[in-house]
C-alpha cells in the first residue's frame, strides 16, 4: 500500500471513530482503556484544509502541562476575587476572597497545534477540600475562539490529589460535526465550584493536559495523583478481589448480569453489530423484526435474526423479542384486525337525553357502531326497560319527566389504517381471540422460522398494550363481558351502568367496584395471560410494560384495576424509564419514571415469586427536553440506574436512539449496573414491612365521565398513597406492596405473614375504605397470631359484597381502638416492627436504605440520589466483619472486625454493606 493511500486510510478510519464517539460527553474518574480516536502520529486535516502529520516526540512533549513553577502559574490569568500563588512543593494554590462570583482560571495551552478531534480528553490534577460541587471546562479553538464550548465535571471524594476531565465530543451544544472541534484549541478555562465560591473553599492545581485517549490520560495521570483516587486496572481489581465473596464476579460481571441493548433491526452484517455490543459491555440484544412494510412477512428477515440469535448465543450473550411494530402491541402492525374487524378496541359510552311526554324516540349518531343498551328512568328514580333497535328506539315513556339513558358502542380511534403505526386502530385487550390472532401472527412465527436460534430468546417484550385512546368517558367493552360479569357477580351488568357515571350509595360504589374487577379480570387473563402461558409452554418468558403504572386512577382506567394481579401474570414484569434524573424518578406524580411504577412492578415480582423485574431504560427521551442530562449522561445514567436497582429491577434494556452515551461511557455504565446485580442476585429484601394496595376503594370511587387527573376524590387518595410511599422509603423504610389476593394466599405463622418471596410482620392499610371480608379476617388472624397492623388515614368500613356487611362490621370492630395515623407519624412507628437492626446516620432522606438477606449474610443496600457525595455510618447490633462494595469502581473494602463503618457514596452512585 502507498504512502498516500495509507494516509487516505488513517484519516478515513479516523473520521468513522470520531463519529462513532460523538454520543454524549464523559465526565468523572478515571475510566478503561478506550481507543485511541486519531492515532497520535496519523494525519489529520487542519482549520486551513491541509495535511499535516504532527511530529510524534513534539506532541507528546507539549500537549500537558505542570504547573510546578512561579513563572507557569504567572501565565494564567482569574476571575475577580481570587488570587494564584505557587506552592514550594511543586504545584498552584488558589485562594478566593469572600463570595468570590464565577471562579475560573484561564490556561495558557502547552502548544498551538493541538487538534481538538485529535485531543478530546481534557484533564486536570487537582485536589481541594470541596468535592461535593462540581464545574466546568471551557475551550476555544481558532475555529472559535469565544469560549463556546463546554462540559461539566463531578469531584472524586479525596483530599489528596485527583484526576477531573471532560471528554469533549458530543459535549453540551456540541458533536462530532461542530465548528469548534474543527480548530486547535487556542484557550482553556477551569471554572470551579459551578461558579460560586467563598473564602472556606481550597484548591490546588498541579497539571493540565489533553490526551488523544482515555488510555493515554490514565497513564499521565497515574505519576500524579494519589493511588487511592484512581480506578484500579482490571488486573489489579482481579488481585484484589480474588478470594472475596462475590469476589471474581463483581469484578468483571458475566453477560447474564449485564444490560441488554435494544436495536430496531437486526443488521445484514449482524456479527459487526453483536460484536459492538458486546464490546459496549452489553449482556444481550433485544430486537425484532425491520420495521417496514413486508412485516413479519418475509422469511429471509427471519433468517437473518435466527442467525444472529446463534451467534450471540454463541458467544453467551442472551436475546430478547420486541414483539410489535413500534406499539403499543397487540396489532402486529394490522394483521390481527386484517379480516377480523370484530377484534377492534371498543367502548360504550353514556349518553341522557331529558324529556317529558308520553313516548321516546332516539336515533343513533353516525359515528356511533350501534346502541348497546337503554333504559328510562322516571323523576323518583325507578328504571323503566323499553324496547330498542341497534340504530333507534321508539318507545312509551313512563308519565311526567324521565330520562333516557343510551349507551352507545363505540371505536375508541377514528383513524383510518394505513402504513403509519400511529394510525392504526386498537386491538381490544380483552378479547381472547385477538390475543391468539396476535400469537400466531407473531410469537408463533418468530417460533416457527427459528428453529435453531429460539432457544436464545430469553424473553419477549411487549409494549404499553391498554385501554390505549379512549376518553375518559368510554369504559372498556366486549362481547363476553356481561357474561363474565354475571359469572362473577351472579347479577347482570345493564341496569348498574347509570352508577358507573354518578352516584354515592353504596350500590353505586360497589357497581363500579364490580364492573372494573370484571375488566381488569378479562384484560389479566385473555392478554397477558394468553401470552405469558405461550412463553411458559414455549420455553421462554413474557416481559415488557403496561402504560401509566405510576398512578391508581390509571390502573383502573387503563385495565379495569388491579395491576399487581396483572403484573404477576408475567414471568418478568416490568416498566419503563423515560426519564433518568434521579430527582424526577423520587417525585411521586411523574408518568414515565416514578419510583412508584418500578415499586409495583418489583412487588407483583415478588409476591408472585418471580425471579426477575424489567425496565426498558432510555436516557434521551427525557433529555431532549431536559438538557442536564446531557452535561453528563454517565452521571445521570448511573443515577437511574442505581434507583431502579434499589427499587429491585435487575433486567434493563436499554433503548436508546438518541445515543447519549459514548462507547466509553456505555461500558462503564454496563459494569456498574453488572456489579449492582451480581451482588443481589438471589437475594431477599427482608425489611418485613409491607403497604396494602387500596384498588378496591378506588374502583368504588372512579366515575367514568370525569377526567380524573385533579378535583377527584380519586386523585386525592393517589396524592396521599404515594406520599405515603415515598415518605416510607426516603426514612429509611423499604418495603413491598401487597394486594388481597396476595394475603389471601399468604400463611401466617408467629407474627409473620409469609407472601411468595416476601416475609412481613408488620403491615400498613393505607386509604382503604373498601374490602373484602375475607381480607379483613385474614389481617386479623395476623394480628391474633402476634403480627402488627397499621392503619394510615382510615379504616376499612365497607364490604366489597353488600351481603356480608354484617359480619364485615363484627371482624372490623376488633380494630376499634387501634390507633389511625398520618402519612408523616406512621414513619416513626413503623420502624419498632421492622426488621432492620442496624441504624444509620446521616441518611436524611438524601440516601435510601434496603436490607436483604444471601448466602447467610446480611447485606444492606445503600443507593445516593443527591448530586453530591453522601457520608453515611451505618451502625450494628455486634461486632462482625465488614466488607464494602463499590459498584462504581469495582473495589471491595473489607473491614475485619467492626460493629460500624462509613460509608462515602459517589452522586447517584450506590454502595453495598455485605456482614458476616
Not at 206 to 212: I, L, Q, W
Not at 225 to 239: F, G, I, N, W
Amino acid at each position: 500500500m502507498s504512502l498516500s493511500k495509507k494516509r487516505v486510510l488513517c484519516l478515513i478510519l479516523a473520521c468513522v471513530t470520531v463519529f462513532l464517539c460523538s454520543c454524549g460527553d464523559n465526565t468523572g474518574s478515571v475510566t478503561e482503556t478506550e481507543t485511541d480516536i486519531i492515532a497520535e502520529d496519523t494525519t489529520v486535516t487542519t482549520e486551513d484544509g491541509d495535511d499535516v502529520t504532527p511530529d510524534k516526540e513534539t506532541v507528546k512533549n507539549l500537549n500537558y502541562v505542570l504547573l510546578d513553577s512561579k513563572e507557569k502559574i504567572d501565565e494564567c490569568t482569574t476571575a475577580a476575587g481570587m488570587k494564584l500563588s505557587y506552592n514550594a512543593a511543586g504545584y498552584m494554590d488558589v485562594t478566593f476572597a469572600s463570595s468570590a462570583k464565577n471562579p475560573y482560571i484561564n490556561f495558557v495551552m502547552p502548544s498551538d497545534k493541538l487538534y481538538a478531534k485529535t485531543y478530546p480528553y481534557i484533564a486536570f490534577i487537582v485536589k481541594t477540600n470541596n468535592t461535593s460541587v462540581g464545574g466546568k471546562v471551557h475551550f476555544g479553538t481558532t475555529k472559535d475562539n469565544t469560549y463556546s464550548a463546554n462540559a461539566s465535571f463531578l469531584h472524586n471524594d479525596t483530599a489528596g490529589w485527583q484526576l477531573i476531565y471532560i471528554y469533549n465530543v458530543g459535549s453540551s451544544g456540541m458533536d462530532s460535526n461542530s465548528t469548534t472541534l474543527n480548530g486547535d484549541y487556542t484557550k482553556l478555562r477551569l471554572a470551579m465550584f459551578d461558579s460560586v465560591s467563598d473564602t472556606n473553599n481550597t484548591y490546588s492545581i498541579k497539571a493540565m493536559g489533553v490526551f488523544s485517549s482515555m488510555e493515554k490520560m490514565k497513564d499521565w495521570a497515574k505519576g500524579l495523583t494519589d493511588k487511592s483516587v484512581l480506578e484500579y486496572t482490571r488486573d489489579e481489581l482481579v488481585a484484589l478481589n480474588s478470594g472475596l465473596y462475590l469476589g471474581n464476579e463483581f469484578t468483571t460481571p458475566s453477560n447474564e448480569y449485564r444490560p441488554s441493548r435494544y436495536a430496531y433491526s437486526i443488521e445484514s452484517d449482524y456479527n459487526k453489530q453483536i460484536a459492538l455490543e458486546n464490546t459496549n459491555g452489553f449482556g444481550g440484544i433485544c430486537s425484532n423484526y425491520a420495521f417496514r412494510a413486508d412485516y413479519l412477512m418475509n422469511e429471509s428477515e427471519f433468517d437473518k435474526i435466527e442467525a444472529a440469535f446463534v451467534a450471540m448465543k454463541e458467544i453467551g450473550m442472551y436475546g430478547w423479542i420486541y414483539d410489535e411494530f413500534h406499539w403499543p402491541s397487540g396489532k402486529a402492525y394490522g394483521q390481527v384486525l386484517d379480516g377480523n374487524p370484530e377484534y377492534e378496541e371498543i367502548a360504550i359510552c353514556q349518553y341522557i337525553v331529558t324529556g317529558s311526554g308520553s313516548t321516546i324516540s332516539y336515533t343513533k349518531p353516525a359515528d356511533a357502531v350501534k346502541i348497546e343498551y337503554a333504559l328510562v328512568k322516571d323523576s323518583s328514580g325507578t328504571i323503566y326497560h323499553i324496547d330498542y333497535t341497534d340504530t333507534s328506539i321508539n318507545a312509551s315513556a313512563p308519565s311526567g319527566d324521565w330520562k333516557l339513558y343510551v349507551y352507545l358502542r363505540e371505536k375508541t380511534s377514528t383513524q383510518t389504517e394505513t402504513s403509519d403505526f400511529r394510525t392504526l386502530r386498537s386491538v381490544n385487550k380483552l378479547s381472547l381471540g385477538a390475543t391468539q390472532k396476535f400469537i400466531q401472527t407473531t410469537y408463533q412465527k418468530y417460533y416457527d422460522n427459528m428453529p435453531n436460534g429460539f432457544s436464545n430468546v430469553e424473553a419477549f417484550f411487549t409494549d404499553e398494550p391498554a385501554f390505549y385512546y379512549a376518553n375518559f368517558s368510554q369504559l372498556m367493552w366486549e362481547d363476553s363481558l356481561p357474561e363474565v360479569y354475571k359469572q362473577m357477580w351472579g347479577i347482570d351488568i345493564w341496569d348498574s351502568l347509570p352508577s358507573l357515571y354518578t352516584g354515592d350509595t353504596v350500590a353505586d360504589k360497589l357497581a363500579r367496584l364490580r364492573y372494573y374487577e370484571t375488566a381488569a379480570k378479562m384484560v389479566t387473563e385473555n392478554y397477558y395471560g394468553a401470552l405469558a402461558d405461550w412463553c411458559e409452554d414455549h420455553g421462554t418468558a413474557l416481559s415488557g410494560h403496561l402504560l401509566y403504572t405510576e398512578m391508581l386512577k390509571d390502573h383502573v382506567h387503563r385495565y379495569g384495576g388491579d395491576l399487581i394481579n396483572l403484573l404477576g401474570t408475567m414471568q418478568i414484569p416490568g416498566e419503563d424509564l423515560l426519564f433518568i434524573e434521579p430527582a424526577k424518578m423520587m417525585n411521586t406524580d411523574n408518568y414515565g419514571c416514578s419510583f412508584m411504577g418500578m415499586k409495583y412492578v418489583v412487588s407483583a415480582a415478588r409476591s408472585f415469586e418471580r425471579e426477575h423485574a424489567f425496565v426498558e431504560f432510555n436516557p434521551g427521551v427525557g433529555s431532549t427536553s431536559n438538557s442536564v442530562v446531557l452535561e453528563d449522561p454517565l452521571l445521570y445514567c448511573k443515577g437511574g440506574a442505581t434507583i431502579a436497582r434499589f427499587m429491585g429491577i435487575d433486567k434493563f434494556s436499554y433503548m436508546n436512539p438518541q445515543n447519549t452515551m459514548n462507547y466509553d461511557q456505555l461500558k462503564q455504565w454496563n459494569e456498574y449496573v453488572g456489579r449492582m446485580n451480581v451482588v443481589l442476585e438471589d437475594a431477599e429484601m427482608t425489611s418485613g414491612v409491607a403497604v396494602f394496595y387500596p384498588i378496591k376503594t378506588v374502583q368504588a370511587y372512579h366515575y367514568a365521565g370525569v377526567k380524573h387527573y385533579s378535583g377527584t376524590y380519586v386523585s386525592e387518595i393517589d396524592a396521599k398513597y404515594n406520599t405515603l410511599c415515598y415518605n416510607l422509603i426516603t426514612s429509611g423504610t423499604d418495603f413491598n406492596i401487597i394486594n388481597e389476593d396476595n394475603i389471601l394466599s399468604a400463611t401466617i405463622d408467629n407474627g409473620v405473614m409469609t407472601i411468595g418471596n416476601g416475609s412481613y410482620n408488620v403491615i400498613a392499610v393505607a386509604y382503604s375504605e373498601v374490602m373484602s371480608l375475607e381480607c379483613l379476617q385474614k389481617l386479623n388472624d395476623f394480628v391474633q397470631s402476634g403480627g402488627k397492623v397499621l392503619w394510615v388515614g382510615e379504616k376499612p368500613s365497607l364490604a366489597d359484597d353488600a351481603a356480608e356487611q354484617s359480619a364485615f362490621n363484627s371482624v372490623a370492630a376488633n380494630f376499634a381502638g387501634d390507633t389511625v395515623y398520618n402519612n408523616e407519624n406512621i414513619c416513626d412507628i413503623i420502624g419498632q416492627y421492622d426488621n432492620v437492626d442496624a441504624t444509620f446516620d446521616n441518611l436524611n432522606g438524601e440516601v435510601l436504605v434496603s436490607q436483604y438477606e444471601k448466602d447467610g449474610k446480611t447485606i444492606y443496600f445503600l443507593c445516593n440520589w443527591q448530586k453530591k457525595l453522601k457520608s453515611v455510618t451505618v451502625n450494628l447490633p455486634e461486632t462482625a466483619k465488614i466488607s464494602v462494595y463499590y459498584p462504581g469502581t469495582g473495589v471491595i473494602e473489607v473491614i475485619n472486625s467492626a460493629n460500624s463503618c462509613t460509608v462515602s457514596i459517589p452522586a447517584y452512585e450506590g454502595a453495598f454493606i455485605v456482614v458476616e
